[in-house]
């Protein structure tokens, strides 16, 4: 049923109409619902080799300091966010080694060194390395040896059944220590005279034989260098081991027989 307007008033609009109907009813109208809140920040994600950005580089605008803190300073927020660190240039790389120069990282530099700033080996280094090749050298030269003196033995039998042996003579004797000095002397040869001037003893020891400019010696340096050393040793025992204590006072740590050849020993790593 339709309510009947008196004459000569206004009709209410819809809106109006509405309105008092509801509140007429007793209806309120329902609350807004509310907001809700919002996600947390995405973390940064860590990639190798890439430093981390930021605060201001992943958060939402307007979540981030302001770009000008109060007193005028660029990039010093209100929030207290200081600037990113800055990266400076890389390290400058110097010019590479030229000849004559050797890397000496790594290297005790308070002693002396050679022609190419390598330091000297130390005393008890070429001792090591001289029992090393000693060893070394006893398993060749002593099956040589035996071959030799074993090759002039004799055994008999005489009249009665005795067995008699008899014994390798001088020269034999005499052959096998000057094959097994030989075979010394063609194993100091190659190796302290090859490119790396190192034998098994001085690999152990990180050491090498060079000559005074910091090059290989070759094999017959490193010949005649272990020929005068034995020499020393077997003829004249006590200028051998005078030879052999030499570095310990000398200044470039040179024994005899390295001043008489131009040699050095240095270390190597």
Do not use: C
């Amino acid at each position: 049923m339709t309510e009947q307007v008196p004459p000569g008033e206004p009709v209410p609009s819809d809106a109006e109409a509405g309105a008092a109907g509801s509140q007429a009813w007793g209806e309120p109208l329902p609350p807004l619902p509310p907001l809700p809140p919002l996600p947390p920040p995405m973390p940064p994600i860590a990639v190798p080799g890439v430093p981390p950005p930021g605060p201001a580089s992943w958060a939402p605008p307007g979540w981030g300091p302001s770009p000008t803190a109060p007193g005028g300073v660029p990039g010093q927020g209100a929030g207290g966010y200081g600037p990113p660190p800055g990266y400076g240039p890389p390290p400058g790389y110097g010019p590479p080694p030229g000849y004559g120069t050797y890397p000496t990282d790594g290297y005790d530099m308070s002693g002396p060194t050679d022609a190419l700033g390598r330091p000297l080996a130390a005393w008890w280094q070429r001792v090591l390395a001289i029992i090393i090749d000693g060893f070394v050298t006893a398993v060749p030269g002593g099956i040589v040896f035996a071959i030799i003196v074993g090759a002039s033995t004799t055994t008999t039998t005489d009249a009665f059944g005795n067995t008699m042996t008899l014994r390798a003579s001088g020269g034999a004797l005499a052959a096998g220590y000057l094959v097994v000095l030989l075979v010394i002397l063609v194993y100091f040869g190659l190796l302290d005279g090859s490119q790396r001037g190192q034998t098994v003893g001085k690999m152990a020891l990180g050491i090498a034989t060079r000559d005074r400019a910091g090059g290989p010696v070759g094999f017959w340096r490193a010949f005649a260098r272990r020929l005068l050393y034995q020499i020393l040793f077997l003829v004249l025992f006590v200028p051998g081991l005078l030879n052999v204590l030499s570095p310990l006072w000398d200044a470039r740590r040179q024994a005899w027989h390295d001043k008489a050849v131009g040699t050095v020993v240095v270390k190597v790593r």
